[in-house]
């Protein structure tokens, strides 16, 4: 099937820039865009979910957090990417709280750029680099098999890794409910089992640790 982008950026000379490169990375996919978060919006109810949003923080109708908000509230069954001007680890760290997928700065070099959207694109996590200095050493980092970026090779079932997928991309325990048609007490099992399996405490430092170690997630 042919992939759906979705760049939601306010300055024109960016969202081309973010389009060329999607379409650099991958030919045949389909990238539309939009100036403001209701266009978004619009997009999204009227066309479906896509396979991934590049979203801006800075929109004309929505600054801030807020935006990503309503749009993960409103549609959470498309994964979002925020790129943005901001590089305050806090606020890098609350978007991975809300849900993003990944986090990548405008002020990165191209290439550093190019890179983080072929990751993203691919349904990996990107966290920028100074977020992960500052988070503490992965318990199972030094693993040869985590090494592998083989998310199996964390000794997760072929389901565990489905509800790996679902947490990268924000989705809460009821929507993973859905999406696999599991009850919500396996699902917890399951993510329990995610987190234990990454040496993590939380999904924010899930994406984090994916980020970190390179998981991939497609098969």
Do not use: W
Request: glycine share 6%; with cysteine; net charge positive.
């Amino acid at each position: 099937m042919t992939k759906r982008y979705l760049v939601v950026d306010d300055h024109p000379i960016i969202q081309s820039a973010m389009k060329e490169t999607l379409l650099e990375l991958e030919a045949n996919c389909t990238v539309q865009t939009a100036g403001r978060l209701a266009e978004a919006m619009r997009i999204l109810r009227t066309e479906g979910p896509v396979d991934l949003v590049l979203f801006d923080l800075k929109l004309p109708d929505a600054g801030g957090v807020e935006g990503l908000m309503a749009l993960r509230a409103q549609h959470p069954d498309s994964p979002v990417a925020v790129v943005s001007a901001e590089m305050d680890a806090p606020m890098i760290v609350r978007c991975l709280d809300l849900g993003a997928l990944g986090f990548i700065p405008k002020t990165l070099p191209h290439e550093a750029i190019r890179s983080a959207l072929r990751l993203v694109a691919s349904g990996c996590a990107y966290v920028p680099p100074q977020v992960l200095a500052n988070e503490p050493p992965l318990r199972l980092r030094t693993d040869a098999t985590v090494r592998s970026s083989d998310p199996r090779n964390l000794g997760l079932t072929e389901r565990q890794v489905d509800v790996l997928k679902l947490i990268l991309r924000g989705l809460p325990n009821k929507l993973i409910c859905r999406q696999l048609a599991l009850a919500e007490g396996t699902v917890k099992v399951h993510v329990s089992a995610v987190l234990r399996a990454l040496g993590v405490r939380n999904r924010t430092q899930a994406v984090i640790a994916a980020s970190r170690i390179g998981l991939k997630l497609n098969d």
